[in-house]
């Protein structure tokens, strides 16, 4: 791939199969990751999206090394995250986290907020002079203050959970975080202000985000590039704005022609694009190109081969035969 | 617009929920009407109270839930009748017959113990507007297949679990249409579904409600679903009415500061934004809401008056209203 800036973290034809049926009686392979390679350069935002079950949330416990991969690699400053062992490990897990979707399951509710922050601190035994200075510094960098220093999580409401869960990931001061739909539990009004203070706290702290979503309004909103995927798969990769402007994967058409786009003057004139299908069990993908059955310009060759993933125009990836020389 | 007849007319509904924390004021004086053949939308952020109002409208507010005051009357083929009057049986001639519904979460909605058939089936069954079993199977075969179900003679013997989720959703809308309703009241019905499934779901309904002449009040939280689908929508927040009027006067020509900052809020998918405007604060409490308006604590326009008094509504230019002390003269 071409170089813009350096990569943070390097990502080579990641796969992640999961039994079915259990571990001893597997019956067939839920292949959620199947091949997947892109780098996310320092200081960007790469979105990730795609449709329920597409693997954009394994790829981020991949990348985290919270799940092992069936097969490939993850680079982080290039070094291998899967061959990490102790203090190179512990070094990683301090400057890669998550933030997770859903801020009701993801604080401990008998932890103050308090607690909560500095558990990373303690976890990785670092020291900070004075504890609570140091949190509320944090709480007022994520909106909150003093006031809710010793308060539990069920006194929060979801953006001010989600606002908390944030503070407990910047106390390691990180380098890359994986937001994973960190604003779909919330109220359009609430997430408009996470997502700008993440915006925020990026260019303060020089963060890069890998930053997964099935709301495309959101992720154009929040991401400098943009990969879509479908079934374990990325059909399509390049500047957000390109991706939108200038869609080549039919599926990524099919993606941008499903949204319904807040403007009735636009919504009721545009050319409707016939959709059809649902996405497939990831158990038993179609063979070839997987949006095959879906697709209107499926051809001979895309029920057999699958697609390379070419670069079409400069910087801009695509996985279909339309692109593609055989 | 000409002429146009009321379906539904809500005048002054107020329900209370009886807590053990204390009375929620759900919806607090709520008026407007359903005219015949239109798509309304009740849009607004959780409990705002949109759903509690559609369900109001056939009564089905359960204890600790109270209607406490107002009207719902129902222009029924009878004549006008007051829901809110009306006992238990009376409701169930009304209740998924001339008013269905589809709620959100298909997968909840459809028996796992029954074929999909049998449970469209059944609707006609208990209501009387087929025959026998063999006639309601064979009118379910055929809402399936309006429903654009493929193959819809072997899909009435599916089990729910057999049938993906665009399905269920699909088969959802043949239940609330079985009877042939008046007004169809459509909670959130793509919340589960994926987006591409969403358009589907969507154009089917927009599709059966041009054919069959349908009423239909959606209920969503996603301005982009209202400007798709709605005619004429209702803005509600913390349980009061902001603002009422035609979609595309609400789109660009909003008045109230809450759907004015609602519609900034929004990530515009086919738009470069440099920054979203966010709406301060966080949604009230409705056991101690906010006096005055509702809203005023999160209003960049805040005055006085609003801290103290209720704003009318206001009709500001024809068939657009807001319930505003921007636009109203006290007095």
Not at chain 1, 22 to 29: E, N, P, S
Not at chain 1, 97 to 102: G, K, R
Not at chain 1, 275 to 290: H, L, Y
Not at chain 2, 74 to 99: D, M, T
């Amino acid at each position: 791939m071409t170089s813009m800036g350096n990569a943070l973290v390097s990502v080579r034809n990641l796969r992640k199969y999961f039994p079915v049926g259990g571990v001893l009686f597997t019956k067939a392979w839920v292949k959620a990751v199947d091949g997947v390679s892109f780098d996310i350069y320092e200081g960007e935002t790469l979105g990730l999206v795609g449709e329920s079950g597409c693997g954009k949330t394994t790829t981020g416990k991949l990348i985290l090394r919270l799940l092992e991969p069936t097969d490939g690699e993850v680079y982080f400053e290039g070094k291998n995250v899967f061959k990490l062992r102790g203090k190179e490990l512990r070094e990683f897990r301090r400057k890669a986290n998550i933030v997770f979707q859903d801020p009701y399951t993801s604080l401990d509710p008998r932890m103050t907020v308090f607690d909560i922050v500095m558990e990373p601190l303690r976890v990785h035994g670092i020291r900070v002079e004075d504890p609570e200075q140091f949190v509320v510094k944090l709480l007022y960098e994520v909106g909150l203050n003093e006031t809710h220093l010793y308060r539990y999580p069920h006194e929060f409401s979801g953006g001010q959970r989600q606002r908390i869960a944030i503070a407990r990931v910047l106390a390691l001061r990180p380098k890359f975080i994986v937001l994973d739909e960190p604003t779909s539990n919330l109220d359009v009004s609430v997430q408009a202000q996470i997502l700008n203070m993440l915006k925020e706290l990026q260019k303060r702290y020089g963060l890069t985000y890998l930053f997964i979503s099935h709301n495309l309004g959101v992720v154009r909103y929040m991401s400098d590039r943009i990969a879509v995927m479908y079934l374990g798969k990325i059909v399509e990769m390049g500047p957000a704005d390109e991706v939108f402007e200038n869609p080549l994967h039919p599926y990524t058409r099919m993606l941008l022609a499903s949204i319904p786009v807040p403007d009735p003057k636009i919504s009721r004139s545009r050319r409707r694009t016939k959709i059809t299908g649902e996405p497939p069990s990831p158990i038993n993908p179609p063979p070839g190109c997987r949006f095959h059955p879906r697709c209107p310009h499926a051809k001979n060759v895309c029920e057999k081969e699958e697609p390379p993933l070419i670069e079409y125009s400069k910087n801009h990836f695509v996985a279909c035969w339309l692109y593609a020389k055989r | 617009m000409s002429e146009r007849k009321p379906l539904i007319e809500v005048k002054n509904l107020r329900i209370y929920f009886y807590t053990y924390a204390g009375v929620v004021k759900a919806i607090e004086d709520v008026s407007f009407t359903i005219y015949e053949g239109e798509t309304l939308c009740l849009v607004g952020e959780t409990g705002c109270g949109k759903t509690v109002t559609s369900r109001a409208l056939t009564k089905l507010i359960k204890p600790p839930g109270r209607i406490v005051s107002g009207e719902i009357i129902y222009y029924s083929p009878r004549g006008p009748i007051n829901i809110v009057e009306l006992s238990e049986e009376e409701l169930r001639e009304i209740r998924g017959k001339e008013i269905a519904y589809i709620v959100q979460d298909p997968g909840a909605a459809l028996d796992p113990l029954y074929t999909v058939g049998y449970q469209i089936s059944e609707t006609m069954v208990d209501h009387e507007t087929v025959r026998d079993w063999k006639e309601a199977f064979r009118r379910a075969i055929a809402l399936l297949r309006e429903t654009l179900i493929p193959e819809p003679e072997r899909r009435a013997k599916a089990y729910p679990h057999e049938l993906s989720g665009g399905m269920k959703q699909r088969v959802v809308i043949s239940i609330g249409l079985s009877n042939e309703p008046k007004l169809l009241i459509a909670d959130e019905p793509t919340s589960f579904l994926d987006v591409t499934v969403q358009a589907q779901i969507l154009e089917l309904l927009r599709e059966l409600k041009a054919r069959k002449g349908l009423t239909l009040l959606l209920i969503t939280h996603d301005m982009g679903v209202v400007a798709e689908m709605c005619d004429r929508v209702i803005v509600l927040y913390a349980g009061t009415i902001a603002e009422v009027g035609p979609v595309e006067r609400m789109f660009y020509r909003p008045l109230h500061p809450y759907t004015t900052a609602l519609l900034r809020a929004v990530p515009n998918p086919l738009q470069r934004m440099e920054k979203l405007e966010a709406i301060p604060g966080t949604i009230p409490n409705l056991i101690n809401p906010p006096p005055g308006c509702r809203f005023h604590p999160r209003c960049p326009y805040a005055m006085d008056v609003c801290k103290r008094e209720r704003p009318p509504m206001i009709e500001v230019e024809p068939q657009h209203f807001v319930s505003c002390w921007l636009y109203a003269k006290r007095g």
